[in-house]
């Protein structure tokens, strides 16, 4: 068992960013909703409570009880949990007179203490909160300050426990790793964890699971069952059966590449072709979530057909990522969008699940891949939906639309990778829009097909911002749609941002 820090989650929005934080020092970390915390929590070197959208004053606040944390292990309380810790050992917290959001700077730094060790005054930091600490409690006493801020960081005598009334987990603190990293030292953390040890450790762990039992895993050519299959393929070889379903509304040729790529990875792949399958069912459906249905019910239909040509079939890999498992875990979550993956298996197949990356984040499941020596294309591919270009084309699905989409696709795509946009640009596609409009070509009269182009910087695809590609790299894209994909006569440039926008247009 690995040794770790608990982040206790109160709802804040940059909880699982502390945690990549953490575990970019190499420190392996799990969040834990607030009132979870383990009673076995043997290995936990210590605890960090994270902001919260409440205040600590709310009757309906996150409230947990502490007393098996405090003065057992050092704890960092960041945000409402910094206040959180001062309300309730008599401290008093009250509403801010104006709300403070943005940058500030530390105008007072008691560097001697361990958990500023390293940080000056001027220090820029990254303020989010309504509200703030007016009075703290004797024995805490106050380590930095801003200008406005008198309790900007405290420390708790004779305790090993701090609290940050600012967030050092966010990139506009400019010194918030090295405080995160002073309280890893303060913890005695070994930062041990790294890709290398991940794979070490997990393939051990897979051996020793699953023995000589076949497993079975379905591909979608992105990286997370892409990582998986190696994985598992390190570990038991060819018990592990992949199978890879090529639903016509995958980009132009990515069936072909995908698969000579895996083949080349030496994994044991079943190809699928279930064009035909797909655009039948599909056909006059143009409700989104009436087409995802559709799309994630054929999967698991051949899937499930596949399964049942193998013997003795014991698991299921899945690419399931930390993210996933956080929101399933998660006590504020709302579902805005119903994303299948394959899931939901029919209950005959009666099979077990073996997530290997349930553990890490999206960067650290790059990081695996290439550390296995993945070639990078694989690993930088942008996200792509399971149910693909079935929801970029808005409206009813046909084999025409999905041919012109798919070669608009291709000329966006390969000239992003030619203009060096590619890696810079979190995902991108093209959206096919249920609109013709006029045009004229030669001395014709056009009534043709709009797309659209999306592209967007992100970190997490929770939020999103339309990334600002360069005017000749658009105006070349949309000569080159224009001029060779028949059945377009117009490109737009899409400049909304998520919230309130989403990445895909339905
Ligand atoms: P939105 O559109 O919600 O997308 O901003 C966020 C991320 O999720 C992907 N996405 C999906 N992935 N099945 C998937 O596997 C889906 O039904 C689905 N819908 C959206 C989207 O491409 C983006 O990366």
Redesign the pocket.
């Known amino acids: 068992m690995h040794e770790k820090l608990i982040i206790l989650d109160f709802g804040s929005q940059t909880t699982q960013l502390i945690g990549r934080r953490v575990r970019e020092l190499n420190m392996y970390c799990e969040i834990i909703p607030y009132n979870k915390f383990p009673h076995d929590a043997t290995d936990v070197k210590g605890v960090i409570l994270s902001g919260s959208p409440y205040s600590v004053y709310d009757t309906d606040a996150f409230k947990a009880d502490l007393s098996e944390i405090r003065g057992k292990y050092p704890v960092l309380g960041i945000c409402y949990g910094a206040q959180y810790l001062a309300y309730t050992s008599g401290g008093n917290v009250e509403s801010a007179n104006s709300r403070e959001y943005g940058r500030a700077n530390l105008s007072y730094v008691n560097n001697e203490d361990p958990l500023l060790k390293g940080i000056n005054t001027g220090s820029q930091i990254w303020m989010s909160h309504g509200d703030t600490i007016t009075l703290l409690p004797d024995n805490f006493k106050v380590i930095a300050s801003t200008d406005d801020v008198k309790a900007a960081a405290y420390h708790v005598e004779g305790e090993q426990t701090w609290g940050v009334q600012f967030h050092p987990e966010v990139f506009h603190s400019t010194d918030g790793t090295k405080l995160l990293d002073n309280f890893l030292n303060i913890c005695g953390c070994a930062k041990d964890w790294t890709p290398a040890s991940f794979i070490e450790s997990t393939v051990a762990e897979l051996k020793e699971q699953l023995g000589d039992d076949k497993v079975i895993l379905a591909l979608s050519g992105g990286v997370d069952s892409s990582v998986t299959a190696v994985l598992l393929n390190k570990a038991i070889g060819k018990n592990l059966t992949c199978i890879f379903v090529d639903h016509g509304l995958l980009r132009k040729n990515e069936f072909e590449n995908v698969m000579k790529d895996y083949e080349h990875l030496g994994l044991n792949v079943i190809g699928v072709n279930a064009k035909d399958k797909f655009y039948s069912e599909l056909a006059g459906v143009s409700d989104p979530e009436q087409k995802?249905k559709i799309i994630g019910k054929g999967f698991i239909d051949v899937f499930d057909q596949e399964a049942h040509k193998l013997k003795d079939i014991k698991w299921l890999g899945q690419g399931t990522i930390y993210p996933d498992v956080i929101e399933s875990l998660s006590i504020t979550g709302t579902v805005?969008?119903s994303?299948?993956?394959v899931g939901g298996l029919p209950d005959t197949m009666k099979l077990k699940l073996v997530e290997p990356l349930r553990l890490l984040f999206k960067d650290e499941v790059r990081r695996v891949g290439m550390e296995m020596g993945m070639q990078p294309h694989l690993i930088k591919r942008h996200?792509?939906?399971?149910?693909g270009l079935g929801?970029r084309i808005l409206g009813d699905i046909t084999p025409e639309k999905v041919r012109i989409l798919q070669d608009a696709d291709e000329i966006y795509m390969s000239l992003m990778r030619e203009w060096g946009l590619y890696d810079k640009i979190w995902?991108a596609g093209v959206i096919l829009l249920p609109i013709q409009s006029v045009g004229v070509m030669g001395d014709e009269r056009t009534y043709e097909n709009t797309v659209a182009l999306r592209a967007v910087t992100s970190t997490d695809?929770m939020t999103a911002d339309w990334a600002q590609l360069p005017y000749e790299f658009l105006a070349k894209v949309s000569n080159e749609i224009i001029n060779k994909v028949k059945g377009v006569n117009r490109v737009v440039y899409d400049i909304s941002s998520?919230p309130p926008a989403?990445?895909?247009w339905e």
């Open positions: 995802r805005i969008k994303h299948h993956n996200p792509f939906p399971g149910p929801i995902q695809a998520k989403t990445i895909e």
